[in-house]
């Protein structure tokens, strides 16, 4: 099993920034991508950005440039900087992790960006 615990969202104006954080814990040696996903309302659930072990990344298009992920695996914790934030950005972030026995979701934290 492996817990992960989420922080940093809240409300942001339009061209503001905000960081995002999960920390994961308990099998954590078993996890080999750690991610962001995000749900807005009335559409599906998609990938914002992972990265592997290696630090390999994957960023969705319509984040590339903005938002950067990072990951510090001495603390097994994933990070989301976010900058130039849209009104369209808002969402639910969830934290989300692969590992060797399944794959795990944070609770969620809400990002809105509004003026």
């Known amino acids: 099993q492996v817990q992960l615990v989420e922080s940093g969202g809240g409300l942001v104006q339009p061209g503001g920034s905000l960081k995002l954080s999960c920390a994961a814990s308990?099998?954590?040696?078993?996890?080999?991508?750690m991610g962001w996903y995000r749900q807005a309302p009335g559409k599906q659930r998609e990938l914002v950005a992972v990265?592997?072990?290696?630090?390999?990344?994957n960023t969705a298009d319509s984040v590339k440039g903005r938002f950067t992920i990072s990951r510090d695996n001495a603390n097994n914790t994933v990070f989301l900087q976010m900058n130039s934030l849209k009104p369209e950005d808002t969402a639910v972030y969830y934290c989300?992790?692969?590992?060797?026995?399944?794959?795990?979701w944070g609770q969620g934290t809400q990002i809105t960006v509004s003026s």
């Open positions: 989300n992790v692969r590992t060797s026995g399944g794959t795990y």
């Open positions: 990265i592997s072990n290696l630090g390999m990344t």
């Open positions: 308990g099998r954590t040696f078993t996890i080999y991508v």
